[in-house]
Structures are given as C-alpha cells and as structure tokens.
C-alpha cells in the first residue's frame, strides 16, 4: 500500500476526529474534579481529625438562646496509647480519656458528661469550641440543633423541651396573592 500525501492528510483527519470523540466523551470529568472524591460531613454534624482522634458527626442539640445542650457524635482513638482529650465550649470543659484503638459515642454517654451548661447561640448555627489533646489545640465551630428534627428531639437535655419555630411568611403568601 503506498501512502501518498492525501492518505496521509485523511489518517491524520481521521485520528483527530477520534481523539476529539474521546474527548467529547470525556466530558467535564477530564478538566473538573470529580464530585464523589471530595470528602465531606455527609450529616448535620461536623468531621475532624486531630493528631490520632477521629471525630465524627459532632453537634450540640439545643433550643440555644442561653439554654444547656448535649453533645453529640463519636471520637475514636486511632493510636496505639490512651489518649486524655477535652472540649470546652466557652468556660464548660468537658473531658474524656481514650484507651488505645478505643472510641467515645456521645449519644451512649450519661448526659451530665456530655451537657454544655449554656448555648448562646441560635439553632442552625455554630457554636464555638476548643479540643484540647496533649499539648495541641484545635478550634471548632460545632453545629447547633434543635428539636426540628425529630431524631433529635430525644437527645434535648433534660428539662429542654421541644418547642417548634414559626416559620416566615412574606405577606404575599399569607394574603392569597400571586395565586
């Protein structure tokens, strides 16, 4: 088979065609970062790593506005010693002390080890916290929840009880107009 100039300039052609396709077929994934390999809290609560402790899915459920609230999530020890760590949310410290490869589930806890006396802050919000492991300290702003949501409303601390927020209405919704 002989390739003569015009062959040459059809394989040529024909090979960006196909490169484009591949391209084409592609899509956004060959110049954007694929959404399923960022890591995120896939929860209300928020995730940390800090030196060799896991947290996972920490919140506070509150009414807030100056009332107490319960921790909520996990802490896992991922070294091989015990590990003696605190969370202190504005002047309330509350501390725990891992054993090696061991873990903290907040919800299992009895509730006065895992109360904050006092939570300014609105639900929907964050409130501000400080882990202090070893010599290291990490600050968090640890989401706040209310009752809103029913698997939480166990979780209000004793004497909180659950009381549902009105919901905003501009007044053309409320008059009947625009329908």
């Given amino acids: 088979m002989r390739f003569t100039p015009k062959n040459r300039v059809r394989r040529t052609a024909a090979a960006g065609v196909i490169a484009l396709a591949m391209l ?31 947290l996972r899915n920490i919140l506070v459920v509150s009414n807030g506005f100056g009332e107490p609230g319960r921790l909520l999530g996990t802490v896992v020890n991922d070294s091989n010693q015990a590990q003696r760590f605190s969370l202190d949310f504005g002047g309330t410290p509350l501390s725990w002390t891992l054993p090696a490869g061991g873990k903290v589930v907040f919800e ?16 929907g919000t964050g409130i501000d916290a400080e882990l202090v492991l070893n010599d290291e300290t990490k600050d968090l702003n640890i989401p706040v929840v209310n009752g809103d949501q029913a698997d939480y409303r166990p979780y209000l601390p004793t004497g909180s009880e659950y009381t549902p927020r009105p919901v905003e209405t501009t007044e053309a919704a409320t008059s009947g107009e625009g329908h």
């Fill in 24 to 54: 084409g077929t592609a899509g956004c994934s060959a110049v954007n970062e694929q959404a399923t390999t960022i890591e995120y809290s896939p929860s209300d609560g928020i995730a940390e790593n800090v030196a060799d402790l896991q």
């Fill in 108 to 123: 299992d806890e009895d509730e006065e080890n895992v109360t904050v006396a006092e939570v300014q802050e609105e639900p």
